[in-house]
């Protein structure tokens, strides 16, 4: 079947630091990768996706890859921020259905 | 343009109630669907739609029922609450190919 399995959290890094969290995936076909972000209190916003194999998706400084050969999503940040602080879940298209990782909490410091 | 919107924002609920909650987007978007989000367990789809008129089971759909009658709609019913169904429930519309978007969510409690 479908489903993505991401690092779990809690993270906490300090400002500036450099930012992992691991998603992988396993889905028939050839489907689609995202990565969404939830701050408190709100719905999920999409962050980043990559639509096939070796396509990097960016934005606000975050990064990921879609590694086929490893099946792997791996978001990154080289410097991070207070204002990260939130929730990420790495998700996946397939036919015309999601499929959502648990949530990675991301906690940076001061 | 407001995107997707989601009402109640809050509710709480007795056991053997019934209740509704309404998802509209003004995207045009053919497909919607409705989430909950338990802490621990991530996002599971509990129905999903892929256009007016059509609905279709997800991951967990005991306990709800829903309806398409307008593209721009998309109804959740509790038909006899319980306390399991206590949770933060989402609904999100796409295309066939693109990005989920979200609703600011529904938070339900049950008691």
């Known amino acids: 079947g479908n489903s993505v399995t991401q690092m779990e959290g809690p993270v906490t890094l300090s400002e500036e630091a450099f930012l992992t969290i691991n998603c992988t995936y396993t889905?028939?076909?050839?489907?689609?990768l995202f990565w969404y972000v939830q701050y408190p209190g709100e719905g999920l916003q999409l962050l980043l996706k990559?639509?096939?194999?070796?396509d990097k998706g960016s934005n606000k400084g975050f990064e990921a890859t879609y590694r086929k050969e490893t099946t792997s999503f791996h978001l990154e940040k080289g410097s991070v921020q207070v204002s990260d602080s939130a929730v990420y879940f790495c998700a996946l298209l397939t036919g015309n259905q999601f499929y959502f990782g648990t949530g990675t909490s991301l906690t940076v410091i001061p | 343009n407001a995107g997707v919107t989601q009402t109640p924002k809050f509710r709480v609920l007795k056991t053997g109630q019934s209740m509704t909650l309404l998802c509209a987007q003004d995207m045009n978007h053919e497909y919607m669907y409705w989430y909950r989000q338990d802490p621990g367990m991530g996002l599971r789809l509990i129905h999903y739609?892929?256009?007016?008129?059509?609905?279709a089971k997800g991951e967990v759909p005991d306990g709800y029922n829903v309806s398409r009658l307008k593209k721009q709609n998309f109804l959740l019913g509790l038909e006899s609450a319980a306390p399991s169904q206590t949770s933060v429930y989402f609904c999100?519309?796409?295309?066939?190919?693109?990005?989920?978007?979200f609703g600011p969510g529904t938070r339900l409690t049950v008691l």
């Open positions: 990559a639509t096939k194999a070796d």
């Open positions: 739609s892929v256009g007016e008129g059509t609905t």
């Open positions: 889905a028939t076909g050839y489907p689609s």
């Open positions: 999100a519309s796409s295309t066939l190919t693109d990005t989920q978007y």
